[in-house]
């Protein structure tokens, strides 16, 4: 084996080093990660960044050959897939953030990875001259929903903190940011309240009806009468947010 390079140690990995077998009229390229915390098995896994290999830090070079060798043809299997898939889209020119547009301008910087920072209303997003172009599309749209997740908790929470006076009970209930498909908040029977980061993207008055709904349901657990009747004194509006909510619902671009 002539490795082409090797990395130093993290996290118990000594060194990688980089290989290939022949398989039929394919050649597969993996690299090899040798730990100092593993000590019997090897692990294959195919990613965005190519084949990986642990295995033990002794392992002979045949043994991992061996190993790949009869992994061949689930590796290129999954290689195929991934080039068949859609490449991530561009970040649209614009993105909602608390009801309004905000201006997507994506340039480099002198910055080690992706920066976010906002100014009203631009969105602007830093690259490192270094980002290969293949992971430019990933890199932006990790940072961007990064950013979004932490606005998210942070206005999510303050809602909390100024409607807890009105629909409190016990005490204050652990605030979870996630990334629901279908809902835009639940609470959980342990009284933890769990949002979905879009919410930061909507009108601040849709945002509060979503916490005011999930706060209620310390109080009132189903969707009966007297949960309407809480939320309605809470919110005497609340058949109007409610509408504009469901008109947003599947609309929006992340």
Sequence with gaps: MNPARARGHYRGVMFSEFDQIRFGDAVIGFEVRRSTRRHKTMQLSVGPDGVRVAVPV??????????????????????????????PSELPSSLPYLGRDLKVVVENGVVLEVDVRFRPWELQVFLPFEVAEEDVANEIRSAVNEWYWLRALEHVSTSVERWWPDL??????????????????????????R???????????????????????????NHGPAFWALVTEVLPDVAERKAALHSVEGKLPL
């Design 58 to 87: 002794a392992t002979p070079p045949d043994e991992i050959h061996g190993f790949v060798r009869q992994k061949a043809r689930w590796i290129l299997d999954r290689l195929a897939a991934a080039r068949a898939a859609p490449s």
């Design 168 to 193: 409190g009970r016990g005490s204050k209930p652990e605030v979870l940011i996630g990334d629901q498909r279908r809902r835009w908040g639940s609470c959980a029977a342990d009284g933890a309240l």
């Design 195 to 221: 949002f979905n980061w879009r919410l930061v993207m909507l009108e601040p008055r849709l945002l509060d009806y979503v916490v005011v709904h999930e706060l209620a349901h310390l109080t009132e657990r």
